[in-house]
Nanobody, 125 residues
Framework: QVQLVESGGGSVQAGGSLRLSCAPS????????MGWFRQAPGKEREGVAS????????RVADAVKGRFTISEDNALNMVMLQMNALKPEDAGMYYC??????????????????WGQGTQVTVSS
């Protein structure tokens, strides 16, 4: 089972930016779909963005559309989440997820069978 390692979380003021990265522990891991999910204290986990391998399709939640961008670096086999114009409501633990199986990569995350440990994002007003 491959492990996913997230990085890039931190604390920013509202309006600021962060860039999250997710890399599989095994560089040769061939994923079909990767995505980012977040969970704030007392709230359910929600899908933020997903991407099909080689960027053939991306999905972005309405709540972050226009502010967040998901992308991949094929050479490094990594997926990034660029987060701009952050709002306090964007705060939470952000998790990377993946699957090697062909799926629809929807933001409900039902396709995900590998999860990272999460990286914390804090946004102060």
């Amino acid at each position: 089972q491959v492990q996913l390692v997230e990085s890039g979380g931190g604390s920013v003021q509202a309006g600021g930016s962060l860039r999250l990265s997710c890399a599989p522990s095994r560089h040769t891991y061939s994923w079909y779909c990767m995505g980012w999910f977040r969970q704030a204290p007392g709230k359910e986990r929600e899908g933020v963005a997903s991407i099909v391998s080689f960027g053939s399709k991306t999905r972005v939640a309405d709540a972050v559309k226009g502010r967040f961008t998901i992308s991949e670096d094929n050479a490094l086999n990594m997926v990034m989440l660029q987060m701009n114009a952050l709002k306090p409501e964007d705060a939470g633990m952000y998790y990377c997820a993946s699957t090697a199986s062909a799926s629809d990569c929807t933001l409900d995350g039902t396709w995900a069978n590998n999860w990272g440990q999460g990286t914390q994002v804090t946004v102060s007003s």
